[in-house]
């Protein structure tokens, strides 16, 4: 059994991986804006926040960093809500990181601990899309970020990797999206609870299966 950390429970996959983890007989922390249900309050527009609001957490061997967002509504590279975008990139792609620090010594006291962030498979880079141009720019540098965060915590025996979930129906997603949310949720955790050194720096699809970047 894993004390697993899930920002974002709100809704879609992490309501999804809250209540499988849950199913597994994990010992999951959700978190959510106001704290609702039992979860943690956890608001991401701030990264020096971070640390101050998951004070008190206690023991983790896993985090989950699964909380984003897709907006602004203008976000094409000729018409670009540029505020927004700088709250995508926050929220997205620093914000994670806060979130991971933040968490460091719990997941060093850890005998089995790790590190996932959901990514996108619209922040693979030979996609040459101009839709939703400040999401796919977040998710890209989120791969990079958590990359280096992988490389800089190997010596230390933590592996950190991303997870591409694919097209889920949440309300992200749609209701056109091929694949169900309690299913990406379970290979999700699948991934998460068994890395090794060995998966360190690597981005997976929800199957587990390595994916490029």
């Known amino acids: 059994m894993a004390r697993i950390l899930i920002t974002g429970s709100t809704r879609?996959?992490?309501?999804?991986?809250?209540?499988?983890?849950?199913?597994?007989?994990?010992?999951?922390?959700?978190?959510?804006?106001?704290?609702?249900?039992?979860?943690?309050?956890?608001?991401?527009?701030?990264?020096?926040?971070?640390?101050?609001q998951l004070d008190g957490i206690g023991p983790l061997d896993i985090l989950i960093n699964n909380a984003g967002v897709i907006t602004p509504e203008r976000q094409s590279p000729l018409d670009m809500d540029f505020g927004g975008f700088a709250h995508t990139l926050t929220v997205n792609t620093i914000t994670p990181l806060a979130v991971a620090q933040a968490v460091l010594p719990q997941l060093r006291a850890s005998a089995a601990p790790g590190s996932v962030t959901i990514s996108s498979q619209m922040a693979y880079m030979r996609y040459r899309k101009a839709d939703r141009i400040a999401y796919r720019a977040s998710k890209s540098a989120v791969n990079k970020v958590m990359q280096g965060l992988a490389t800089a915590l190997e010596p230390e025996g933590i592996p950190v990797a991303l997870v591409d979930p694919g097209w889920v129906r949440t309300d992200m997603g749609g209701a056109e999206a091929d694949l169900g949310a309690h299913e990406v949720a379970r290979g999700i955790l699948a991934v998460a609870t068994g890395l090794t050194l060995e998966d360190t720096g690597k981005f997976f699809q929800h199957t587990g299966a390595e994916r490029p970047f």
């Open 12 to 52: 879609g996959i992490g309501a999804a991986l809250l209540a499988e983890a849950t199913a597994m007989g994990h010992d999951p922390v959700g978190t959510t804006r106001d704290g609702r249900g039992g979860t943690v309050a956890l608001t991401l527009d701030d990264p020096d926040t971070v640390a101050a």
